[in-house]
C-alpha cells in the first residue's frame, strides 16, 4: 500500500523533483510547461511496460498524452498496476473496439445545437469553454474534442453559445466544461463568467473540473478572486483515488470553499483504480475532510478503447450498496450511467424495496438486511 493511502498521511512533497526550488513547483505555469509527454519523460522515472509503449503509439491519433510533474508524483514507480499510472498513462487496449463502444458514447454531438454546446435537458445547458485540460485521463468521454491530438481543431468560440443562452430563456443553469474552464487565463474566465452573470434568466453557475487534483497550484488568490466576484460558483471536482487527496488538493479546496465555491465531486468508477469498497470509502472520506460533498459516481462511459478501464454496472450497485448506511449519508454519491445514445444520467440503485402493494405496506430492507413494515 502507498503510505497515502492511509487516511491520516495527507501526502506532500516534490519526490522526483526534489531539486526543484519551491517556488518553481508551486507555480502552476512551470508544471504546465514540464508536463510528461513522451514514453522518454516518463522513462526518466520509470519502465515503461510494452503494453504501454503501445499505447503512446496509439495516443498519437486518440488523445494526447499529459500529466503535471505534481500529479505524476503520485505514481508508486515499483507498481505497474499502480492506480494512479493506470487513469493517464496509456495502454495498447486503447486501440481495441469493443462491441458498444464509439468516439461519442452520450450522443452530445446530436444534442449540440451551436458547436461547443450540449443542450440536453430542459434548464440547463453545457458549455465547453476551452479544448485543453491540465492533464488527459485515458478514458475521456470527450477525447473527440480536447487535446487536439488527431488534429481536430476544436476551438470553443464563446460567442455564439452565450448567443444561443441569451436566446433562450429557458437555461437557468450552465455548467462550464471543456476541457478544463480553469485552465483558461483568470481574464478570459472572468469575461466568461460576466457575460452568464449578465443574462438575466441564468441563475446557476458551475464549473466542472479536474485542476485541484491535477493542478492544485492553478487555484492562485487571483482565480479565486474572479470565482468570488461572480459567485457562487459552484464545483464539481474530478478525483478518483484517495492517493489524489494530497495536502496540496486540500488547501486548493480550502482556498476555493472560503472563496465562497460549493464543491461537488464527480468520480469514475474504474477496473483497477477504485473498483473496491475501501479505496471508495477512502475517497469519499477524504473529499469530505476537504469540504468537497461527493456528488456523482459514473460508470465509465463507452468511450472507443476503455474495455479495460470499465466495471460491470452491477458491481457497481454491490459497491454502492457497501456504502449506504454503514458510512456518513454525505459520503455516498449517486451511481450513474451517462446514457449512451444521449438519455442523460440516469440514476441506478441498490432496490431497498422488499415487497410494496398498492398503498396498504412498504416492506423496506435495512443497510443490514432487516425486513421492516412501513404502513403505507
Ligand atoms: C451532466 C450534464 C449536465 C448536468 O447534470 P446534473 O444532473 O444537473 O448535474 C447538464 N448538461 C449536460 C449535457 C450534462 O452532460
Redesign the pocket.
Known amino acids: 500500500m502507498h503510505p497515502s493511502d492511509h487516511l491520516e498521511n495527507w501526502f506532500q512533497g516534490q519526490g522526483h523533483w526534489a531539486s526543484t526550488p519551491p517556488g518553481q513547483w508551486q507555480s502552476w505555469a512551470w508544471q504546465l510547461q514540464n508536463r510528461l509527454t513522451s514514453p522518454a519523460h516518463f522513462e526518466r522515472h520509470l519502465t515503461l511496460s510494452g503494453e504501454e509503449r503501445q499505447g503512446f503509439r496509439h495516443a498519437a491519433n486518440r488523445l494526447s498524452v499529459a500529466i503535471t510533474p505534481y500529479f505524476f508524483n503520485l505514481v508508486d514507480p515499483a507498481d505497474p498496476e499502480c492506480p494512479i499510472r493506470r487513469q493517464v498513462v496509456p495502454r495498447g487496449a486503447e486501440a481495441l473496439v469493443s462491441p458498444g463502444e464509439s468516439p461519442d458514447p452520450?450522443g452530445?454531438e446530436a444534442?449540440s445545437p451551436v458547436p461547443g454546446l450540449?443542450h440536453?435537458?430542459p434548464d440547463?445547458?453545457?458549455l465547453m469553454a476551452t479544448n485543453q485540460c491540465a492533464g488527459y485521463c485515458r478514458y475521456c468521454t470527450r477525447g473527440r474534442l480536447v487535446s487536439n491530438a488527431a488534429d481536430h481543431h476544436f476551438l470553443p468560440r464563446h460567442e455564439q453559445a452565450l448567443d444561443y443562452i441569451r436566446r433562450h430563456e429557458e437555461v437557468r443553469?450552465v455548467?462550464l466544461s471543456g476541457g478544463d474552464p480553469l485552465l483558461l487565463p483568470d481574464s478570459r474566465l472572468d469575461e466568461l463568467l460576466g457575460a452568464l452573470r449578465a443574462i438575466p434568466h441564468v441563475e446557476f453557475l458551475r464549473i466542472g473540473t479536474r485542476v485541484p487534483g491535477f493542478l492544485p497550484q492553478r487555484v492562485t488568490p487571483a482565480l479565486c478572486g474572479v470565482l468570488r466576484k461572480h459567485g457562487p460558483v459552484w464545483l464539481s471536482l474530478h478525483f478518483n483515488h484517495p492517493r489524489e487527496c494530497t495536502r496540496e488538493a486540500r488547501e486548493a479546496t480550502e482556498r476555493l470553499a472560503l472563496a465562497g465555491c460549493p464543491m461537488g465531486s464527480q468520480s469514475v468508477l474504474l477496473r483497477g483504480v477504485n473498483d473496491d469498497a475501501q479505496t471508495l470509502r477512502s475517497l469519499f472520506h477524504r473529499l469530505l475532510m476537504m469540504r468537497v460533498h461527493p456528488y456523482y459516481l459514473y460508470a465509465c462511459d463507452c468511450i472507443t478503447g476503455s474495455a479495460h478501464l470499465r466495471v460491470p454496472v452491477s458491481r457497481g450497485i454491490e459497491l454502492i450498496r457497501s456504502l449506504r448506511g454503514h458510512t456518513t449519508g454525505y459520503a455516498v454519491p449517486q451511481f450513474v450511467i451517462?446514457a449512451p445514445g444521449g438519455g442523460?444520467?440516469v440514476p441506478v440503485n441498490p432496490g431497498y424495496i422488499a415487497e410494496s402493494g398498492p398503498g396498504e405496506r412498504t416492506v423496506v430492507r435495512s443497510y443490514r438486511g432487516t425486513l421492516h413494515e412501513y404502513p403505507g
Open positions: 452520450i452530445e444534442a450540449v440536453r435537458y440547463r445547458v453545457l443553469d455548467l451517462d442523460g444520467k
